[in-house]
């Protein structure tokens, strides 16, 4: 369910520092995107360079969280690192875990989080003046019980910004326990831009795929800035329809709908398309747990149309206009 969403509106020519450096910046916050959509009018782009550039591990009953973290070696500031961790016992029905009581750790490059329940947290050492660079905060949202002190209950945050030293993570001891206590059987993602030896028997190549779009079938419109301001919620739903993989009839948005399969209407465009360029081809690319380093530094300099990126609680869509606007939903 998206409980917020939000649109934020990138002036300037799409490969400008400005725009560039901003989706960026937003990618950063999505290191691993368990679905990436993205619609181009190019067919030229074949994945084939996805095989050396980003790699995912997945395992169901990992026991070796800390064995793995003081394994890794980032040979390059452009290495990118990150795993996700929750205990082996958790149930995740919706691939979300914002609203679970659980334990879980997540490290990017550098960044460790913690987010401990009141019961874990009460029993770690205490990690102020003992441990660099870490800061601990209630997270309030998190509330359960309610009444007496005693009756209610939070989740922790925990954020420790880990030394690099020579390439290796200096994990203190407090963190250790943690980690060793915690997190000894866990389910477990790892995404890289490099491959991990220690992970080997746990790989999977990031799978790609790509389907050519008939245009006369699928109809791409095409939206100004007062269309998408004035009208969020359809559009947003619109380019949503436009990369589901699904072959339901009323999902294929032909320019025609028989009403007896559905009412959906595609939103209204202030864009005269009988005076547009005629239509070109369009091709959907679509891959399956993918780092965000290789959309930023590989798909961002592709003739794309449309981004859909869709990772644990968050969709992010970016579309192109065709008056040099870059405008980025965000849905959470």
């Known amino acids: 369910m998206v409980n917020n969403q939000s649109l934020q509106v990138l002036q300037g020519p799409y490969d400008s520092e400005n725009v560039t450096n901003k989706i960026q910046s937003l990618l950063n916050q999505i290191p691993l995107i368990s679905n990436a959509n993205i619609i181009t009018n190019s067919s030229d782009y074949t994945g084939d360079d996805i095989v050396s550039s980003s790699f995912y591990y997945t395992a169901n009953n990992y026991n070796s969280v800390y064995e793995l973290l003081t394994s890794i070696k980032l040979e390059r ?83 420790i910004d880990l030394i690099i030293d020579h390439g290796k993570f200096n994990i203190e001891p407090e963190i250790a326990y943690i980690i060793n206590k915690e997190f000894s059987q866990v389910q477990i993602e790892v995404s890289s831009s490099f491959t991990i030896d220690y992970l080997t028997e746990f790989a999977s190549v990031p799978q790609f795929k790509h389907t050519t779009i008939d245009p006369t079938t699928i109809n791409l419109q095409p939206f100004e800035f007062n269309d998408i301001n004035n009208n969020l919620g359809d559009i947003y739903e619109y380019f949503t329809l436009l990369t589901l993989n699904s072959t339901n009839p009323q999902l294929q948005l032909t320019n025609s709908i028989d009403d007896a399969l559905s009412s959906y209407q595609i939103p209204s465009s202030s864009i005269d398309t009988n005076q547009s360029s005629p239509s070109v081809p369009l091709y959907k690319h679509n891959i399956i747990n993918v780092n965000s380093h290789y959309i930023s530094h590989t798909i961002l300099s592709q003739s794309w149309k449309l981004l859909s990126l869709q990772t644990s609680g968050i969709h992010v869509i970016i579309y192109r206009d065709t008056k040099d606007n870059t405008f980025v939903f965000e849905a959470r």
């Open 77 to 159: 500031d452009e290495n990118v690192f990150y795993v996700k961790a929750i205990p082996s016992d958790v149930v995740v029905v919706d691939n979300s875990l914002s609203s679970l009581n659980v334990n879980q750790l997540s490290l990017h490059n550098s960044k460790l989080i913690f987010i401990l329940t009141e019961s874990t947290f009460q029993t770690i050492p205490a990690l102020t003046n003992k441990v660099k660079n870490s800061r601990t905060r209630k997270l309030k949202h998190t509330k359960i019980g309610h009444g007496a002190k005693q009756f209610v209950s939070y989740n922790y945050q925990i954020d």
